[in-house]
């Protein structure tokens, strides 16, 4: 299995070249060269666990890592989940299903790849002797999930900026209050689009990238895509026979990347009805797939912080397959939205559905949600609770614990979420290391840790 380049410039990568690289050095995302079928294995996969599933799903997809040490990764990676299901679904109502992907290290679906990528980059340092550093930029849980997946482990160094005052506190401490030595947690003013922006100027120094060992940990990374395909398999495996072909999955989205892993098992023969992209009020992915067009708004901060991007970076990858392939017109297409045009895609008949729920909304979701089935959901995966297909079955994919965002679910439901992890990070000291947004700052303050 080889993996290309959405932009079509760059030879085609091993699994491990093309994790390690993260962006493909064109620019580009990686995908593989042909998506396989799964069709035929999932009956075979249904007595599994979680972890076995994963691990029989990454063999496909890197056959270069024996069978043996892919069970070894994702049953290490996936102990440390607090629950045995790993991710459990539960049942609101006949019509309605959660999935809940909150409970790894850091209680948010970003764990079920980070806990993973860490561990292969921990096999990379093993293999290679170099020791690697790795640098992103997040939105609240990407960079505590890629933090947990990789503190302590020797001969990683890991740099993560966040947009200042714009995470949740507690998504903050539990980047800032680690205690790990090879963790730096980098506040910078601006958006996340921001800081993602100066993660993509740091990467476009091939020079740099080459002498510090640097390996992206964002969204965009393929083994964290594929990571998240495992949970679609498994929730269509945990459902009744007679809905899974008709299951819509709603999925709360904001770089894309969570349901594009959807998206991609469908392409791989797993039938399903389809999937809502719900959006926050941050929503150029809803007036995407309702308009055709793609036009970059300004983010404005809101109750459900990880959702709070205007640039969609894994949105390149779903472009590919709607442009057939042709890496020219991606090139071409990524060129113009990079430049700030509207670009105009006109009618679409892809199979998603999308719904918006604005800051005015969440609270109340909430409250609907806890009135209605007695169950507690976070203000992302609240915005899924709107607009649910009419017939058929859903299933909403609950991407972070309610205890993250413990303010505004009090106001919803009128009792605080806690969980122990968070309550233990309350007592420990936040450790910044605040930077200006300049990307050569960011590079000399990375370049000295190395
Ligand atoms: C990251 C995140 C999202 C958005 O996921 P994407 O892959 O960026 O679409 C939604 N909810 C939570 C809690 C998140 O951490």
């Known amino acids: 299995m080889k993996y290309v380049s959405t932009r079509g410039l760059t030879s085609p990568h091993s699994f491990s070249e093309a994790v390690e690289a993260g962006l493909a050095p064109d620019g580009g995302l990686f995908l593989p060269e042909v998506l396989p079928s799964i069709a035929e294995k999932l009956s075979e996969w249904e007595r599994l666990s979680y972890a076995e599933v994963a691990a029989e799903f990454f063999s496909i997809f890197a056959p270069e890592i024996s069978k043996v040490e892919w069970h070894e990764l994702t049953s290490a990676a996936y102990a440390r989940f607090e629950s045995p299901d790993v991710a459990p679904l539960v049942e609101l109502d006949e019509r309605t299903y959660v999935l809940e992907l909150f409970h790894g290290p850091t209680l948010a679906f970003k764990d079920f790849a980070l806990q993973l990528l860490g561990l292969l980059y921990k096999r990379q ?3 290679s002797g170099r020791s690697i550093a790795v640098l992103g930029a997040t939105s609240g849980d990407t960079g505590s999930a890629a933090i947990h997946g990789c503190m302590g482990q020797e001969g990683i160094t890991i740099f993560i900026m966040y947009p200042d005052g714009r995470v949740a506190p507690l998504q903050e401490r539990q980047m800032a209050c680690t205690g790990a030595a090879n963790v730096f947690a980098i506040p910078v003013p601006g958006t ?3 800081a993602q922006r100066m993660v993509k100027e740091a990467f476009a120094d091939t020079a740099f990238v080459e002498r510090c ?17 495992v949970y679609y398999i498994w929730a269509w495996l945990k459902l009744p026979p007679a809905v899974r072909e008709t299951v819509e999955f709603v999925v709360p989205t904001g770089n894309f990347g969570n349901v594009l ?3 991609l098992v469908k392409q791989m023969g797993l039938k399903v009805g ?6 926050n009020q941050n929503d150029i992915l809803f007036r995407f797939f309702t308009t055709g067009r793609y036009e970059e708004g300004v983010v404005k901060p809101s109750f459900a912080p ?6 969609a970076s894994n949105f390149e990858r779903f472009l590919y397959y709607m442009l057939e392939q042709d890496t020219a017109k991606v090139r071409e297409v990524m060129g113009r939205m990079k430049a700030g045009e509207v670009v105009e895609f006109g009618q679409l008949d ?4 999308a719904s918006r729920m604005d800051d005015v909304e969440i609270p109340g979701a909430i409250e609907r949600v806890w009135k209605e089935y007695g169950y507690v959901v976070d203000p992302h995966t609240a915005c899924a609770f709107k607009g649910m297909a009419p017939d058929g079955v859903s299933v909403v994919l609950a991407t972070a614990s309610p205890a993250k965002f413990p303010e505004v679910v009090m106001q919803a439901t009128g009792s605080e979420p806690i969980h122990s992890a968070l309550e233990l990070l309350k007592g420990k000291a936040l450790v910044r290391n605040p930077l200006a947004a300049d990307v ?3 590079k000399a303050f990375v370049a000295e840790r190395v």
Do not use: H, K, P, Y
């Open 350 to 353: 892809n199979g998603f559905r």
């Open 192 to 194: 996340f689009d921001d």
């Open 261 to 263: 892993a959807g998206w």
């Open 125 to 127: 340092v093993r293999m």
């Open 440 to 442: 050569e700052l960011v």
């Open 274 to 279: 389809g999937f809502r992209v719900a959006t």
């Open 213 to 229: 060992g640097l390996s992206a940990v964002n969204s965009i990374n393929i083994a964290r895509v594929l990571a998240q395909s």
């Open 306 to 311: 990880s959702m709070d991007i205007q640039a």
